[in-house]
C-alpha cells in the first residue's frame, strides 16, 4: 500500500553507494551498524490505484472511507432509536453460545479497548441468534420465541408487525391470558434476532441495526486513519531519502561537512532503519487482497472490493483477537456491572461528636410555636403538635394550607393542582385532620370496614376473651384523644433541651414513650451514641392512634406489656417463632390507615440545603418553607454538626467540605447568625480546608444559583447537548435517569445563567461572600477554581479526558468567536429542557424522581414563570415539597426520596407471609392488599386520570426518553411515577404472597377488597421482562443504553458509578424471584419467556459473583446484603444448593460471623467496596446489628446451610437483641447509594429481623430453638 511516486529503493541504494565507494548491490557496512539494501517497493496492480497518483490529489480509499462513514450516519441518524425502543428484549441473545460477550466494558482504560477488540463478534451473535430464532432451540421446549408486548424493535419502525398504535401502555391484545401475536415467521425471528445483537453487549440506540451501522464506521475510521497515516508516511519517507542522500555525499553535505563520519554513519544507519521500518508497513496490503487486474477494471471496482474485505478481515480479525485474549487470560473484559474489587484507597477518616451531649427538641419546636405573622398565612394552627398525615387526609391539608390562592375568578383552584392517587402520601403538618368529603372514602372509613366485614367474628371473640379472663389489671381506661395523648408525649421544657418533669403525666403517654424510643432515652438524640434517628415522633403517634382505635388495647402478643403486676424481663420469647410473633405484633402498631408502612428515609446532608437555597431565590415564601419548619432545620443542622465544625456528606461521614459548605449556607440562609458559636465552629472548618472554591461541583452549582459564587467557577452544563441525535455515543438519553434528570434541569439553569435577583443587594449574600472564601470575593479568578476540590470530596475523581472535554467547553463558553452559534443553539436546548422537565413534572404529579432535580425543577418553573410565585407548575411544585420532609428527634429532613413506602411494605408483607402470620393479622394483611392495589402505576382510575397517564404514550415515551411504565411498581407511590425493576418485583411478590390468605381472598370475593386482575399482573410481568439487560440481569429504572467508558466523563467528584444504569444483584434477584413466584400461580403465561428470562439472570448473577464467593450489595450495607440477593436468586432459579456457587457464599458468610453470634457491617464496606473489618463497630452490638445479621441468617436459611448451629447462633442472637415490646433497636444506617453514600432505612431493623427469624423456623423447624444453652444465654 505505498504511492507510487515515493522514491525507490533503487535511487537510495545508489546514492548511499556512491558516497561511501560501494557497488549499487553491495551491502553498506559502517563500524557501528549494518544496512540491507532496500527491497524495491511494490503493491498488487489492482491496489495501487487505491491510492494517490501524481495525478491524483486525493486517495480514492480516502474518498470511500468518507462517503461509507456519512452514509453510516445518515444510516444511523434514520434508523436509530430513542430509549422508548431501547428496552431490552426477551429471547435469544447469544449468551449461550458466548457467554463472554454479554461482558460491556471493563474498567477504565480498557472500556476503550474491549469497543474495539470484541466489536467484530456480533457478526457471529447475529447469524447465531438467526439460526437460534429460526430452529426454535432457545428455550426447553423448542417453543417459539414470543414477543414482548408492544416493544419490538421491527414494530417500533413499522417494518414487522407494527404495534406502535396499541394503547397507552402499550400493551398487547390478549386472548385467553395470552398474547396472541407470535413470531411464526422467518421476518419475525430476524427481526427479533437482529434487535437481540449490538455492539460490545448492546448499543441501545441502534439495536438491531448496530452491526449494519457501527461496524462500517469503525472500519471507515480506521480506513481514514490509515490513509491518512500512509500520507504521513509518504511526506517522512521523502524527506528522510533527501536528507540520507545530503548526509551521505560530503560534496553536498553543507552544514553536515561539521559532523565526525563515526556519527553520520550513525545517523544514516538509524534513518535507514525508519525507512525499512516505513517500508515494511506501507506493504502491509501485499497479502491482505490477491486480485487480477484484469477482472477489475478502473480504480473505483477494486476500491470497493478492497474496502468490504477489509471491513470484514478487520471485524473478524478483531473476533479473533477477543477469542484469543479471552482463552489465554491475556486481556479478560469485565462485565460493565462488575462492581470490581476493594478500593486501594480506603476511607481512614471517621466522623468526630461532642461526646456525652443529648438533643431534646423542645416545646416550641415540637408546637411549631415561633410565631409570626407569616406562619398563619399558612394556616397552621399555633399550639398544635407536628403529626404525620397520610393519603387523603394529606391532600386535604395541602388544599387547605394552599387554598388563599384564587384563581382571577374567585375560584380554589388549589384542588384541581393536586393530581395523583393519594395512597401512600406522608406529610408532616401542624393542622388537625381535616373533614374528609363524603365522595371520598377515608382510609379511617376503610379500616372500619374492614374490621366489621372482613372478619366478623372478630369483635365477638375479643369480648368472650375479655369475659374469661377478666383483666382489671389493664391501666388503660378510655383513651383520650389522640391529640392530648401526644401532648402528654411531647412535654419538654421550653427554656432548655431537658426533658420536662411531670408527675402528672399519664401513665399510658409513659408507655407509648417507652415503646417508640426504641431502647434509649425518650425523645433524646445523642449523634455521638448514634447519629441516627429512631423515629420516635412518628412512632409514638402511630402506637397512640392505634391504642385509640382499639379500645386501647395492644395486639394480644404483646399484650403483657400493659400487665401491672408483671415484670416486662419476666417474660423474654421462648421460641423463634413466638419472637417473631411479637415483631409483626409491634409492627402492626406502626402501620398507616392506607396500609403502608412509613419512616424515616433521611441520612443525605446535601439534600435539604438544595432546597433551602430554591426557597431563598424564589422569595422565601412561607407557604414552602414556614417559620416552624425553619426552626427545625436550623436543630437538623445544629445537632448533626461535628466536633470539627463540620458536616458530612451523611449522618454517619466524617466531615467533608461538600457537606460543610452547603450546610453551612442554609443555616445562614435559614436564619442562624454569623456570629453564633456554632456558625463561627462552621466557617472556621470551611477556611481551614481552603474556603468554598475546594467544595465539590453539586454545591457550586448551588452557590452559584444563590450568587456566592460566579458561574465561571462551575465547569459547563450545556443545555445544546440535548440536541445531539439518538445514535451519538454520548447522548444524554442515554444515561442513568437519576443522572440525567439532574444535570437536565442544572443544564438549564446554567444556559440561562440564573441567579438570584437580589444577589447583588441582599446583605446576607454580601456577608457569605465574605464568609465562604479565604480571600476577597472580588480577587478570585474564578476559572482557575473550576476543578479544584478537596481530597476529602474527591471519591470519584474527574478523569482527565473529562477535565479535557471541560476545558474545551470553557473555551466555548468564553470565547466570543462561538458566541453567535453558541446563542442560536443554545435556545433551541432550553426550549427542549424547559419541555422535557414540564413533561417529569406531569409525569410524577410534580415529585419529580428524586430531591436534587425537584428543587431544581421547581427553580427553572420559578425562572420560566418569570420569577412569578403565582404560576400554576409554581404552586404545584410547592404543594409537593412536604412530600419530602420528615420529622424526628433530630429535627426536620429531606429525604431521599418521597419516602420508601412500597419498598418496605412488599417487603414486610413477604416476612409476615413467610412467618406463616397473614390471616393471624388479618387487619394488616388486608390494608396491604388494598395499599398494593392502588399503589400500582397507572392502573388505578384515579392514576389514569391524570396527565401522567397520557405522558404513557409510544410518542411521549420516545420523546422525553422513558421507559414503559403502567403495571410497575414504584419505590414509593403510584403518584411519583417512576417503576424500578425490584420493587415492581417484591410488589408482585406481596401480591402473590397475599393470595394465599384464605382470609384476603375472601374480602376480595365477597367485593370487601378490590380485586386485582390477572390482567395488571401481566402488566407487571412485563414490565420486568422488557426491563432485563442484555448483560442478562437487571437496571433500576430503565436498561441500560450507554457503555461503561461513560464513567469516564462522570463529572461529580462525590459519588461513583452514575452514569448508566447497571444490573444489579439486587435488581436482578428481585425480578427474577418474581417472575418465578408468578410462574408458579400462573404457568401458561409467557411460558418460554420467562424460564429464558430466569435462565439468563441466574448466569449473570453468577457471572458478577467474587472470587471469595460474595456479591457486593449497591443499595444497602452491603455484603450480607449482597449474599441473601445472590444466594436466594440462585436457588429460585432452579441452582442446587449444593452448587459451588451458592456453597461458596455460605462459607464467606460463616468466615464473616463474630463471637456473639451476629454479622455486622457499616457504610464502609460499600464505600471501601470491602467487608468492614471491625463490623458494625460505632453504632451495633459488639459489631455485630440485627439487620446484617437478618439477612446472613436469610441466606444461609435458603441455602439449607448445614451449619444448623452458626444459624442457630445468629437466632439466639436476634432474639436476645429484641426489645420487650417486640421491637428492635435502631443501629448503624443500612441504606446506600452510588457507593458513598449513606441512607437511612427505619423499617428495616423490624422487617428484616421478623422475616429471618420466621424463614429459619420454616427451614429448620424446632431445631432452631433445640439448644442446651439457651437458658445461660437469658
Not at 334 to 348: D, E, F, L, Q
Amino acid at each position: 500500500t505505498v504511492m507510487e511516486d515515493l522514491p525507490t529503493a533503487a535511487i537510495l541504494e545508489e546514492t548511499t553507494a556512491a558516497a561511501y565507494n560501494l557497488e549499487p548491490a553491495a551491502v553498506i557496512e559502517t563500524s557501528t551498524a549494518t544496512c540491507e539494501t532496500f527491497p524495491p517497493l511494490s503493491l498488487p496492480t489492482p491496489l495501487q490505484p487505491l491510492f494517490s497518483t501524481p495525478n491524483t490529489l486525493i486517495s480514492p480509499l480516502f474518498v470511500l472511507a468518507v462517503v461509507i462513514m456519512f452514509l453510516s450516519l445518515l444510516f444511523a441518524q434514520k434508523f436509530s432509536r430513542s430509549p422508548l425502543q431501547q428496552i431490552g428484549h426477551v429471547g435469544p441473545r447469544g449468551r449461550k453460545y458466548h457467554s463472554w460477550n454479554e461482558s460491556t466494558t471493563g474498567g477504565c482504560g480498557g472500556r476503550f479497548i474491549d469497543w474495539w477488540i470484541f466489536g467484530g463478534s456480533v457478526w457471529i451473535r447475529a447469524a447465531l441468534c438467526l439460526w437460534d430464532g429460526m430452529a426454535g432451540t432457545h428455550s426447553s421446549d423448542g417453543d417459539h420465541h414470543q414477543e414482548s408486548s408492544g416493544e419490538n424493535l421491527f414494530a417500533c419502525f413499522g417494518v414487522v408487525g407494527n404495534k406502535s398504535d396499541k394503547s397507552a401502555a402499550g400493551e398487547s391484545e390478549i386472548i385467553g391470558g395470552e398474547d396472541k401475536n407470535q413470531s411464526e415467521n422467518i421476518s419475525d425471528h430476524l427481526a427479533h434476532a437482529v434487535s437481540s445483537t449490538g455492539i460490545l453487549g448492546f448499543d441501545s440506540s441502534l439495536g438491531g441495526f448496530g452491526p449494519i451501522c457501527l461496524a462500517p464506521i469503525r472500519a471507515s475510521v480506521f480506513l481514514i486513519g490509515w490513509c491518512s497515516v500512509c500520507s504521513f508516511l509518504k511526506i517522512t519517507y521523502n524527506e528522510l531519502v533527501d536528507f540520507i542522500t545530503k548526509l551521505a555525499d560530503p560534496a553536498s553535505a553543507g552544514h553536515f561537512q561539521q559532523i565526525p563520519s563515526l556519527y553520520r554513519d550513525k545517523i544514516i544507519n538509524v534513518v535507514a532503519s525508519i525507512l525499512y521500518f516505513i517500508q515494511d508497513v506501507m506493504n502491509v496490503g501485499n497479502d491482505l487482497v490477491e486480485i487480477k487486474s484484469d477482472a477489475l477494471g478502473d480504480a473505483w471496482l477494486p476500491t470497493i472490493a478492497y474496502a468490504i474485505a477489509f471491513i470484514v478481515v478487520l471485524e473478524f480479525g478483531m473476533y479473533l483477537i477477543g477469542n484469543a485474549c479471552m482463552l489465554l487470560k491475556i486481556y479478560v473484559p469485565m462485565g460493565v456491572s462488575h462492581p470490581g474489587g476493594a478500593r486501594p484507597h480506603k476511607i481512614v477518616r471517621t466522623p468526630q461528636w461532642t461526646e456525652g451531649k443529648e438533643h431534646f427538641l423542645s416545646q416550641k419546636l415540637l408546637s411549631g410555636d415561633y410565631s409570626s405573622s407569616s406562619s398563619r398565612d399558612v394556616n397552621e394552627e399555633s399550639g398544635s403538635k407536628w403529626r404525620c398525615a397520610v393519603a387523603h387526609d394529606s391532600h386535604r391539608d395541602t388544599i387547605a394550607k394552599f387554598n388563599y390562592i384564587k384563581s382571577k375568578e374567585g375560584d380554589d383552584v388549589s384542588s384541581s393542582l393536586m393530581t395523583g392517587e393519594p395512597f401512600g402520601r406522608q406529610i408532616w403538618t401542624l393542622n388537625e385532620s381535616q373533614p374528609s368529603s363524603d365522595k371520598v372514602v377515608s382510609e379511617d372509613d376503610m379500616e372500619n370496614k374492614l374490621k366489621q366485614e372482613l372478619v366478623p367474628n372478630l369483635k365477638e371473640e375479643k369480648k368472650e376473651e375479655e369475659e374469661k379472663t377478666e383483666d382489671n389489671n389493664n391501666i388503660f381506661g378510655p383513651l383520650s384523644p389522640l391529640g392530648d395523648l401526644v401532648q402528654n408525649i411531647f412535654s419538654f421544657d421550653r427554656d432548655n433541651e431537658s426533658p420536662k418533669e411531670d408527675p402528672k403525666q399519664d401513665e399510658t403517654a409513659k408507655l407509648i414513650e417507652t415503646i417508640a424510643s426504641g431502647g434509649r432515652n425518650p425523645m433524646a438524640f445523642d449523634p455521638s451514641k448514634n447519629p441516627n434517628s429512631c423515629d420516635q415522633i412518628f412512632r409514638a403517634q402511630m402506637i397512640s392512634s392505634y391504642l385509640e382505635k382499639n379500645d386501647g388495647k395492644f395486639p394480644e402478643d404483646i399484650a403483657y406489656l400493659q400487665d401491672e403486676g408483671e415484670s416486662d424481663e419476666a417474660n423474654p420469647p421462648k421460641t423463634a417463632r413466638e419472637a417473631a410473633k411479637r415483631g409483626v405484633a409491634f409492627y402492626s402498631l406502626l402501620q398507616s390507615t392506607d396500609g403502608h408502612w412509613a419512616g424515616d428515609y433521611g441520612g443525605p446532608h446535601f439534600l435539604l440545603p438544595g432546597l433551602v437555597v430554591s426557597w431563598y431565590v424564589m422569595g422565601c415564601p412561607s407557604v414552602m418553607i414556614s417559620p416552624p419548619q425553619q426552626a427545625l432545620m436550623l436543630h437538623y443542622f445544629k445537632v448533626h454538626q461535628q466536633a470539627d465544625g463540620g458536616w458530612g456528606t451523611h449522618i454517619e461521614s466524617p466531615s467533608s467540605m461538600f457537606g460543610a459548605v452547603i450546610c453551612y449556607l442554609a443555616a445562614r440562609l435559614l436564619g442562624a447568625h454569623k456570629d453564633e458559636d456554632w456558625i463561627k465552629s462552621g466557617r472556621d472548618f470551611i477556611q481551614k480546608e481552603g474556603g468554598a472554591v475546594m467544595t465539590s461541583s453539586w454545591a457550586k452549582f448551588w452557590l452559584c444559583l444563590v450568587g456566592c459564587m460566579d458561574w465561571k467557577g462551575h465547569n459547563s452544563v450545556p443545555p445544546e447537548m440535548w440536541l445531539l441525535p439518538n445514535w451519538f455515543p454520548f447522548h444524554p438519553g442515554r444515561m442513568w435517569c437519576h443522572c440525567r434528570m439532574v444535570y437536565l434541569p442544572m443544564g438549564y439553569l446554567y444556559g440561562s445563567r440564573f441567579i438570584y435577583s437580589q444577589a447583588e443587594t441582599d446583605p446576607l449574600i454580601e456577608e457569605l461572600r465574605n464568609e465562604l472564601y479565604c480571600e476577597p470575593y472580588d480577587s478570585i479568578e474564578w476559572d482557575r477554581t473550576r476543578h479544584l476540590v478537596a481530597s476529602m470530596d474527591n471519591y470519584s475523581p474527574i478523569p482527565t479526558f473529562m477535565k479535557f472535554a471541560q476545558n474545551c467547553l470553557s473555551v466555548y463558553e468564553n470565547w466570543k468567536i462561538f458566541r453567535p452559534f453558541r446563542d442560536a443553539i443554545r435556545k433551541a436546548g432550553l426550549d427542549f429542557c424547559l419541555e422535557y422537565m414540564r413533561a417529569e413534572d406531569l409525569q410524577t404529579n410534580f415529585i419529580d424522581i428524586g430531591p436534587v432535580n425537584k428543587a431544581l425543577n421547581m427553580v427553572s418553573a420559578f425562572h420560566s414563570a418569570n420569577n412569578d410565585i403565582n404560576d400554576p407548575a409554581v404552586r404545584s411544585h410547592m404543594m409537593r415539597v412536604p412530600d419530602y420532609l420528615w420529622v424526628a428527634e433530630d429535627g426536620m429532613k429531606m429525604q431521599g426520596y418521597n419516602g420508601s413506602q412500597c419498598w418496605d411494605t412488599s417487603f414486610a408483607i413477604q416476612a409476615v407471609w413467610e412467618c406463616g402470620l397473614l390471616d393471624k393479622f388479618p387487619i394488616l394483611s388486608a390494608k396491604v392488599w388494598a395499599f398494593l392495589e392502588r399503589t400500582q402505576i397507572l392502573s388505578t382510575e384515579c392514576s389514569q386520570s391524570t396527565p401522567a397517564y397520557q405522558y404513557e404514550s409510544c410518542d411521549s415515551r420516545d420523546k422525553f426518553y422513558r421507559h414503559v411504565s403502567k403495571g410497575g411498581w414504584p419505590f414509593s407511590t403510584s403518584a411519583h411515577g417512576w417503576p424500578i425493576s425490584d420493587c415492581t418485583g417484591e410488589g408482585l411478590k406481596g401480591v402473590l404472597a397475599l393470595m394465599d390468605s384464605p382470609i384476603v381472598m375472601d374480602g376480595v370475593k365477597r367485593g370487601i377488597l378490590k380485586d386485582i386482575e390477572p390482567r395488571r399482573l401481566y402488566d407487571a410481568v412485563n414490565v420486568i421482562l422488557t426491563l432485563q439487560n442484555e448483560d442478562g440481569g437487571w437496571a433500576t429504572y430503565e436498561n441500560n443504553r450507554g457503555f461503561g467508558w461513560y464513567e469516564e466523563l462522570n463529572p461529580s467528584e462525590v459519588f461513583g458509578d452514575i452514569m448508566i444504569d447497571y444490573s444489579y444483584v439486587e435488581c436482578s434477584m428481585a425480578s427474577l424471584t418474581a417472575l418465578a413466584d408468578f410462574h408458579e400461580k400462573y404457568p401458561d403465561h409467557r411460558t418460554n419467556e420467562i424460564t429464558f428470562a430466569i435462565k439468563r439472570g441466574a448466569e449473570f448473577m453468577k457471572s458478577i459473583q467474587r472470587k471469595d464467593g460474595s456479591w457486593y450489595g449497591s443499595w444497602a450495607c452491603c455484603f450480607c446484603y449482597g449474599c441473601w440477593f445472590g444466594i436466594e436468586g440462585l436457588i429460585k432459579s432452579g441452582e442446587s444448593a449444593s452448587s459451588p456457587a451458592i456453597q461458596k457464599c455460605c462459607q464467606y458468610l460463616l468466615s464473616q460471623q463474630r463471637a456473639n453470634g451476629g454479622w455486622g457491617e457499616d457504610f464502609t464496606s460499600c464505600y471501601d467496596k470491602d467487608y468492614a473489618a471491625n463490623g458494625m463497630q460505632s453504632y451495633g452490638d459488639d459489631g455485630s446489628g440485627v439487620v446484617n445479621t437478618a439477612w446472613a441468617l436469610m441466606a444461609l436459611s435458603a441455602a439449607k446451610c448445614n451449619d444448623v448451629e452458626a444459624v442457630r447462633k445468629g437466632v439466639r442472637y436476634l432474639m436476645s437483641r429484641q426489645l420487650d415490646c417486640g421491637d428492635w433497636p435502631q443501629e448503624g444506617i443500612a441504606g446506600v447509594f452510588n457507593r458513598a453514600c449513606g441512607i437511612t432505612y427505619t423499617a428495616y431493623r423490624n422487617v428484616f429481623p421478623i422475616w429471618a427469624l420466621g424463614r429459619c423456623v420454616a427451614t429448620y423447624g424446632d431445631n432452631i430453638d433445640k439448644d442446651p444453652c439457651i437458658k445461660e444465654l437469658e
